[in-house]
């Protein structure tokens, strides 16, 4: 695993929808790196972990790992 790759949008859009509260926002994170540390699940989801502090921008974080969020494969470009 541990695949280092770069949010380039979130669920398919580069910005949020209109109304999307602010710790919701997830499209904060557009640009930002991470590492895949759970394969894909059922979803069609990824889990990783990003480098910059999720919660430091004021993003809902509830997953198993610290830092990580469930992110679709398409909104993922590989960085290495």
């Given at each position: 695993?541990?695949?280092?790759?770069?949010?380039?949008?979130?669920?398919?859009?580069?910005?949020?929808?209109?109304?999307?509260?602010?710790?919701?926002?997830?499209?904060?994170?557009?640009?930002?790196?991470?590492e895949i540390v759970e394969p894909k699940?059922?979803?069609?989801?990824?889990?990783?972990?990003?480098?910059?502090?999720?919660?430091?921008?004021?993003?809902?974080?509830?997953?198993?790992?610290?830092?990580?969020?469930?992110?679709l494969e398409s909104d993922l470009e590989?960085?290495?």
């Open positions: 695993m541990n695949n280092k790759v770069r949010l380039k949008s979130f669920n398919g859009k580069l910005s949020p929808p209109r109304g999307t509260s602010d710790e919701e926002n997830y499209w904060k994170l557009i640009g930002q790196s991470g699940n059922e979803r069609g989801r990824v889990l990783v972990k990003f480098d910059e502090t999720v919660k430091s921008l004021g993003l809902a974080c509830h997953n198993p790992v610290e830092n990580s969020l469930y992110i590989t960085t290495e």
